[in-house]
């Protein structure tokens, strides 16, 4: 029974995380690059602004603690694993392509950002409450829609966020204690238990916080472990030496024409090199999947083009940075081309440079998902407020410790592939609201020039203008 239930789950993702969702997705990102104007070249001017810590306007965390959420949720095991899953399926050529995802995902991130703060409400306690399920409902005007996408994010927070992600901790530490001989005398099921404790105790302390506790630990978390990571990669990099710009050309080379075979490599269609990037990169940043603009919706901005900026530089920092560094290191070790599956591809390339590489990959992997526990779990509470109420929200915040706890104990292979589909899923009805109202997002964008050019002076009046011109004429009159 357990059995056919694991195999339904999975064909159902497959079936969701399909060409035609791929396709979908990466459209949008076209379509409303062009229809914001190309967004993407004010990039400089919007990771200036996502470092400032200023509080203007309503909301109930900065601009950077809310990115800083975000990237929690969004930077997780697929900037590692995942990236390792493209190139084991589309060889190097798919790590380009991923990074495609990420540049014109930009836009599509930028977007949803913007109507989430455009149509965000004030809850009676004074909080903010927004995200795709409000934009469908008070900017489509179509509340059924926003109580689909709700329920489909209640499922993915649960799954992808929250089981799944705790469960991969304890294979990681697992694997560790078993490499060193740490775990001797200890059963399998004991050390789940005592890390499912830890993890649980650990969730518990940020979480039953709220909001502002999420943001405040996450604003310190994330920027550690981004730069630890982007340092560590680094490091490997030099470790490589000329390997690098060999990695970097074939990644070049080989994203647009078939992969032959190689070593252990099977080899892949040009269909197969394009899929296997845009599937995963677009599954690493979230761009247009609706998570990330449900916290951009609690920042504190003056402006909806503001807090836009800021939450597109998620997309740029998790694709176009941490997931490129992970694709040259990987191609790099040449361990792509040996037949290995993506979990043992990633240990080896790390593992090349003893000690300090394992060390690199352990304290990333166990930051990312612990970052991804803490975000997801803001998705999820967001989501279940919108169907059931305030009243829900510290209950749920009980269930999802337990569940992490369960997470780490529990085989759960049925809830990731039901998670993963429910995520998927997530995306249809956010897409129909972006591209529907594509006219807002660009008149929003027009309306607010100072946003993006950091010009705030206000425009000469001609009344001025003309005072000045006189006074001039009158300076240049020779004196009688």
């Known amino acids: 029974m357990l059995e056919s239930l694991n195999k339904a789950a999975a064909d159902f993702s497959s079936l969701v995380w399909s060409s ?6 990466f459209g949008t990102h076209l379509f409303l690059t062009v229809r914001t104007g190309f967004i993407q070249k004010h990039l400089v001017r919007a990771i200036k602004i996502s470092f400032s810590m200023e509080k203007e306007g309503k909301g109930d965390v900065s601009q950077f603690g809310s990115l800083m959420t975000a990237l929690a949720a969004t930077i997780g095991t697929g900037n590692i694993i995942g990236v390792a899953g493209a190139i084991a399926v589309g060889g190097p050529g798919a790590v380009l392509w991923m990074w495609l995802t990420g540049i014109f995902g930009i836009a599509t991130k930028y977007s949803e950002a913007l109507l989430a703060v455009k149509y965000r409400i004030e809850m009676p306690d004074g909080s903010m409450a927004g995200g795709p399920m409000y934009v469908l409902e008070r900017g489509l005007k179509q509340k059924w829609l926003g109580v689909i996408f709700a329920i489909f994010t209640a499922f993915a927070a649960f799954g992808i966020g929250n ?4 469960n991969s901790i304890v294979g990681n530490v697992q694997g560790i204690l078993t490499q060193n001989h740490l775990a001797t005398g200890l059963s399998h099921g004991t050390v789940a238990s005592i890390i499912g404790v830890i993890m649980a105790a650990l969730t518990a302390a940020v979480i039953l916080g709220g909001v502002k506790s999420i943001a405040r630990v996450c604003s310190v978390l994330v920027p550690f472990m981004a730069l630890f990571y982007i340092v560590g990669c680094g490091v490997l990099m030099l470790y490589y030496g000329a390997e690098v710009p060999k990695a970097i050309k074939l990644i070049c080379t080989s994203a ?3 992969q032959a075979a190689v070593g252990g490599f099977a080899g892949a269609a040009f269909k197969q090199i394009a899929q296997a990037g845009i599937a995963r990169g677009l599954f690493s940043n979230e761009s247009g999947l609706g998570s990330a603009p449900i916290i951009a919706a609690a920042a504190q901005t003056r402006n909806p083009v503001r807090q836009a900026l800021v939450s597109s530089t998620g997309t740029f920092w998790d694709t176009v940075v941490i997931c490129m560094l992970t694709g040259i290191v990987l191609v790099a070790s040449g361990h792509w081309n040996e037949g290995l599956g993506k979990a043992v591809m990633t240990q080896a390339a790390f593992g090349d440079l003893h000690t300090f590489g394992p060390v690199i990959l352990t304290v990333a992997l166990l930051t990312f998902v612990f970052s991804t526990i ?4 803001y998705y999820g509470e967001k989501a279940v407020e919108y169907l059931i109420g305030t009243r829900a929200i510290k209950p749920y915040r009980v269930l999802w ?7 780490c104990v529990l085989p759960n292979n049925f809830v990731w592939d039901l998670a993963d589909a429910m995520n998927g899923l997530m995306a249809i009805p956010n897409l129909i609201a972006l591209i ?4 807002v997002i660009a008149a929003e964008t027009k309306a607010n020039p100072a946003e993006l050019t950091g010009d705030h002076r206000p425009p000469p009046q001609s009344g001025d203008h003309e005072e000045r011109m006189e006074r001039c004429e009158s300076l240049m009159e020779p004196a009688k």
């Open 20 to 25: 035609w969702l791929i396709a979908l997705l």
């Open 163 to 166: 089981m799944t992600q705790a």
């Open 256 to 258: 647009f024409c078939s």
């Open 374 to 377: 803490l975000g997801w779990n």
């Open 401 to 407: 410790v337990i569940a992490v706890y369960a997470g």
């Open 436 to 439: 529907a109202l594509s006219g």
